[in-house]
């Protein structure tokens, strides 16, 4: 709950019907220090996983001297090859630098898709939840005719439309998982809508912009913080599959979705070549979901209390 909520939540009537402060309780914050994140295994070690993913993304292509794209005459090197550790790839070229290389376009794609969803869905749920009646009905029936398509197919739509390319990868994914997470915000939002502390506000005159930002939405950005991280594991997963169909991120780029379609064709003679791009995606994945649970085990007032 915010300050306003808690103040009412902190206040008892005392002898004589006035009111008295009760002790307060711990705040969401000190709660969530209380409980703590990554405290089983699998969290921590999606925790562990997701950071060096990032940090290999990020300064990953600095430490590698080798071209990801240049082509040479030594194709097809197996691992521990002098001046190639995991080998090289049916046009000579490097396969660690091309699996290094290849992790920030689809972390680009990944959170950039998913903070676009997490915007327009949390601000289409947002005003929903909070207005009810006609603009509630309407916001949602959009929304549902959204999810009446398998999201798939709404992406590969969206895609083919706009063109492959980063740009139109990031706005197909972006908008094809905006109704889920509009979904859950409207829900939130309409609960939080309801209580003392947003009525208090409104017969007070504040204005409903700043009600939804300063009122509802840090009520109910815990479940929804959740849900954005395990969002992103389906973004990268959408990512990684339009690439691989040749819908997302265009070569020479390395991208790990492109790298499983390309080394298919050796799947048997140089399995590493599907299986390495192919286990990163899976292992981003998981790690995302475990993280995501442990943040909504970790954010929820209910089981922190």
């Avoid at 002898?15 to 703590?36: D, I, K, N």
């Avoid at 292509?61 to 550790?85: K, Y």
């Avoid at 920030?104 to 289409?124: D, K």
Wanted: proline share 7%; aromatic share 6%; with cysteine.
């Amino acid at each position: 709950m915010s300050d306003h909520a808690g103040a009412h939540a902190g206040a008892v009537t005392g002898p004589g019907g006035g009111t008295t402060a009760a002790p307060a309780g711990p705040g969401r914050l000190a709660r969530l220090r209380q409980r703590g994140i990554g405290t089983s295994w699998p969290a921590l070690v999606s925790w562990v996983f997701l950071v060096a993913i990032v940090l290999v993304a990020l300064v990953g292509p600095l430490l590698i001297s080798a071209d990801p794209v240049r082509q040479t005459s030594s194709a097809m090197l197996p691992f521990g090859s002098p001046g190639h550790l995991l080998g090289t790839d049916d046009l000579g070229r490097d396969e660690l630098a091309r699996l290094v290389h290849g992790a920030r376009p689809l972390l680009f794609v990944a959170f950039a898709s998913t903070a676009l969803a997490a915007v327009l869905g949390t601000g289409i749920g947002l005003l929903a939840g909070y207005a009810g009646g006609v603009v509630e009905q309407v916001l949602m029936r959009a929304v549902d005719l959204a999810l009446a398509f398998p999201s798939i197919l709404l992406v590969i739509l969206l895609v083919a439309a706009a063109g492959p390319g980063t740009t139109s990868l990031v706005i197909g994914v972006g908008v094809s998982l905006a109704p889920g997470l509009a979904r859950l915000a409207r829900a939130l939002a309409a609960r939080e809508t309801a209580r003392d502390y947003v009525v208090a506000a409104r017969l007070g005159g504040t204005r409903t912009p700043r009600i939804l930002a300063q009122e509802i939405l840090p009520n109910i950005a815990g479940p929804l913080v959740a849900q954005v991280v395990m969002t992103l594991s389906v973004a990268a997963g959408f990512a990684a599959g339009l690439s691989y169909l040749g819908l997302g991120i265009q070569p020479p780029t390395p991208d790990w979705g492109y790298m499983v379609q390309a080394g298919q064709e050796f799947l048997y003679s140089a399995p590493r070549l599907v299986v390495l791009p192919a286990a990163l995606t899976l292992l981003f994945v998981v790690a995302c979901n475990f993280v995501g649970d442990d943040l909504r085990d970790a954010l929820d007032p209910k089981g922190s209390a």
